[in-house]
């Protein structure tokens, strides 16, 4: 009986915002997701999910401040007034899946001269991207103002196989997917259920990249969660009175199962 109630709590608190969100980012975002790629990932938060403005995005390596094989696009600039952040808190990323090269007809898991990407992230740690997977570790974007708001911009950089900047012509895709937590934890407080994808060019002509980003879009996205455990984290709800710290896990359409919960204080 105790686990229903902490469970009709949860679902009263975020079903309707993971319903009505959902349909709101749905409905007039398709053709959004399909032009919007050269803009600034804009990332808000409705309850405990985070919506993007598109989940597919563009850049170019050789960007005037980065040189030939870096850039600092696209940034991040968090929408306050689709749904803020808490303040204090840091937005974050998790690197998932691995880098895919764009062979001019087909994205594959092959480089030609053991290329790999890297993010700086906002703690100076380096995150990559590789062929054969990515960096266990989560990076870090900034930390949200007190306004809710956080607009920063990363450096992305190619290296090949001698660990050198450099990179071959071609097309090059990366994933991460971001989440909210608490300064210095791990523990997501909210997430993005779907992963963003971001294609960037070294060296192609304009027209040759535009095909591989359209095909990029027409790839399989993996829509799981925060280290692809299907486990949403939440750190305060109430009960009967007092205040719990859940961890639950997605069983599909939108549904969670209790599989943790951890009296804390009213104050915490």
Not at 56 to 81: H, Q, W
Not at 118 to 141: C, L, M, P, T, Y
Not at 147 to 169: C, K, P, Q, R, T
Not at 222 to 228: E, G, L, Q, Y
């Amino acid at each position: 009986m105790f686990v229903k109630i902490i469970m009709l709590l949860i679902s009263l608190a975020i079903n309707p915002f993971l319903s009505t969100a959902m349909a709101n980012e749905n409905h007039g975002h398709e053709e959004e997701d399909s032009h919007l790629h050269e803009s600034d990932i804009q990332p808000w938060r409705i309850g405990a999910e985070i919506f993007v403005n598109s989940h597919l995005f563009e850049t170019d390596f050789g960007d005037i401040s980065g040189g030939l094989y870096a850039t600092d696009k696209p940034g991040v600039d968090v929408n306050v007034e689709k749904g803020a952040f808490t303040p204090g808190n840091w937005l974050r990323f998790q690197p998932v899946g691995q880098l895919l090269f764009w062979n001019g007809s087909d994205w594959r898991p092959i480089v030609p001269n053991g290329e790999r990407v890297e993010i700086k992230d906002a703690q100076e740690n380096a995150i990559s991207f590789r062929i054969d997977g990515v960096s266990e570790h989560a990076g870090v974007i900034g930390q949200i103002d007190s306004e809710g708001g956080l607009h920063a911009h990363l450096d992305f950089s190619i290296l090949d196989v001698s660990n050198a900047l450099g990179g071959s012509s071609g097309a090059y895709r990366i994933q991460l997917k971001l989440y909210e937590s608490k300064p210095n934890s791990d523990i997501s407080v909210s997430i993005a259920p779907s992963p963003i994808a971001i294609v960037l060019n070294r060296g192609l002509q304009q027209e040759h990249f535009e095909q591989a980003v359209s095909a990029a879009a027409d790839l399989n996205e993996n829509s799981v969660f925060v280290a692809d455990t299907g486990i949403l984290n939440i750190q305060r709800v109430k009960a009967l009175g007092t205040f719990y710290k859940v961890k639950l896990q997605h069983i599909g359409n939108n549904q969670f199962q209790l599989i943790e919960a951890e009296e804390i204080s009213g104050t915490e």
